[in-house]
């Protein structure tokens, strides 16, 4: 089975070329329709899968009898999820499957949900392999919370193995009158369930022992075995996060001879105030800065706690909630003098008009990106100077963000850090000569953002449709004559050694 990688790999350099006018803004309908029609495997990828389009091509992608064509515009997530939706009952698996499993999206974003309908579908008709990707995440989240007395009982399943049994659903979920419902409920409320977590618990190091220390119901035998006998170098941390952990041990480790196991200690929200004062003033910084934050100080106390937030780290992009967090405790944290509560309520998509104009002026960088990352409102100038000081991964998603500006951004065109460099590539007044320069640029990135500026030269634009690494570049510039792009076409359908 072909992957994209190879696909693009093994592409000649028409096919290339083709390949960037298949995502050429300006190419007219009827050139797009070409290459879908006739195009190599490279131009029918990027075109399904890179990029909107129109209804006619959509159409024809939908009906296209190459399968892996389909699967490319199943993954698409650019276009409308009901388009998307329409390959529901194709009949190959294989982009069944793909539909399945949602569209690939930078770290932290949700792709669009698919109609209800559609997920229902799936589930009903799909089989467990297809199911198995990542289908929830393309559930709504109105779905979600419905799932579990859908009146058909293969949802009513899914909607458990996805979302858990709630205190509020539990004895519904134990009474419903499919037997399979039943049985996965009572799998996995055995979790909950002491005597059972220690019977089963393995005696060796293991993911399975890791998951029942951290998250399952502990048994006093399981708790004292972990104290005075443990299998495992980590098991007192484990133990150290778990919900169950008894007050006494709670304690007991708040003082361990383990800062690590400490500092999760120091996380717990059900801390007693002997423990918290004690861990106050721990002589690890980690520990200091972990009690810090707990949710019983008041600003006061943190205040009064020798912590240091790290200044560098990722602020990237965090996958926005289905459940939304209480609001009074963002605003709390939006207004708190401590950077990391501060930080947390920044990376809130939710986080009022108000709060947003105050930490766009924070002095704390942390805070200043993830608002950039992850608001939809974050200022144009917020995301660009963000993008200038953060240098850490992700830093390409504030590209993404719709308000970022374009404007006034050729005068990085000279900066040492090819990545501010490609801005002025972004700018629609940068001078010609400017972007001609830039095609030249000792780094690839630099490059091929400049090769795609409809300010390009004509007879520069023309050399780099022949070039090896920025000819698809080139042919995505929508500055590319339609005549120019009438003759790239014109010899299709490729040979076969040609269309790669």
Known sequence: MITPEEIWETAGLPARRLAGLALNPAAPEDILLRLLADGPPAARMVLCRDRTLPDAVVDAAVAHPDRYTRSFFARNPHVDPVQRARLLDDPEWFVRAHLADAPRMPGGVRPRPLPDRAVVHMILTYDNESLGGTLYR????????????????????MGVAWNGVPDEARDALLADPDDEVRDIVRRHLRHEDPAWVERELPDRPCHARSGMLTNDALSRGVVEGVLNAPVGEGDRWMIAGNPTLPADVVALLAADADPEVRERIAHRSDLGPEERRALAADTDPRVRLALSVH??????????????????????????????????????????????????????????????????????????????QNHPEAPAELLLSAFLEYTGREREHLLTQPRFPTTGLSHHAGDEDPAVRALAARDPAAAAETVDRLTRDPDPGVRAAAAGHPNLPRGRLAELLDDGELAHRAAANPALEPAVMRRLVAPLPLPADAAG
């Open 138 to 157: 393309q559930a709504s989240a109105g779905l979600l919370k419905t799932m579990r007395t859908h009146p058909e009982p293969k949802v009513r399943r």
């Open 295 to 372: 949710p019983a100080l008041s600003e006061a106390e943190r205040a009064a706690i020798d912590y240091e937030v790290p200044v560098g780290g990722t602020f990237g992009p965090l996958l926005q909630r289905l459940t939304p967090r209480d609001p009074a405790a963002v605003r709390r944290d939006a207004l708190s003098g401590h950077p990391s509560l501060r930080r947390r309520a920044a990376g809130d998509h939710s986080l009022p008009s108000d709060l947003v104009a105050r930490l766009a002026a924070d002095d704390d960088l942390g805070v200043r990106v993830l608002l950039a």
